[in-house]
């Protein structure tokens, strides 16, 4: 593990709003999801990089499904946070939504689990500070990370 002090997921949330525009649509007027699941992997990956206070890349999404479109004229807002943290790795949800800017009305979108690792001057993976869980929902949260990545590891396994 790290020598670094812990860190709350607190200190590492991030919220990041961009208002959708004609050139974020297809010809339905319907955004793009290739342009969501960048915005969530910015997202995640801020959030990573607070924590860690490293540069973070990307190794994996778990799933990305789309349960209501986002349209042109709304507020894509992704949401992300900490939920657990490996000796260089981290695993960070993003929640997704909509927001009519006018009415105030807010649709949930999608959300997803990314997983990052961070890096060190040379490239290489590196320690990063352990996770404070504070609240019940982190703990929650935390305890649903582990049972995603034992997950993963078994698929990986199988995987051979």
């Known amino acids: 593990m790290s020598d670094k002090p812990g860190k709350p997921v607190s200190a590492s949330r991030v919220e990041l709003c961009q208002l959708m525009l004609p050139e974020h649509a297809n010809a339905y007027g319907n955004v793009h999801g290739g ?16 924590h860690a206070q490293r540069p973070c890349v990307t190794v994996s999404i778990d799933e990305m499904s789309f349960v209501s ?19 260089s790795s981290l695993e960070v949800g993003v929640h997704v939504h909509a927001e009519n800017p006018i009415t105030g009305e807010i649709t949930h979108t999608n959300s997803a689990y990314l997983v990052f690792v961070a890096i060190d001057d ?9 996770l404070v869980l504070e609240t019940d929902e982190d703990r929650r949260r935390g305890e649903a990370a582990r049972q995603r990545q034992a997950n993963r590891l078994a698929q990986r396994k199988q995987k051979g």
């Not at 040379?122 to 352990?130: D, F």
């Open 35 to 50: 342009l969501i699941m960048k915005m969530v992997d910015e997202t995640g990956g801020i959030a990573a990089m607070r």
């Open 69 to 87: 479109p986002v349209h042109v004229g709304e507020l894509l807002c992704c949401k992300a946070s900490v939920n657990c943290v490996g000796r």
């Open 122 to 130: 040379a490239g290489k993976p590196c320690a990063v500070p352990p």
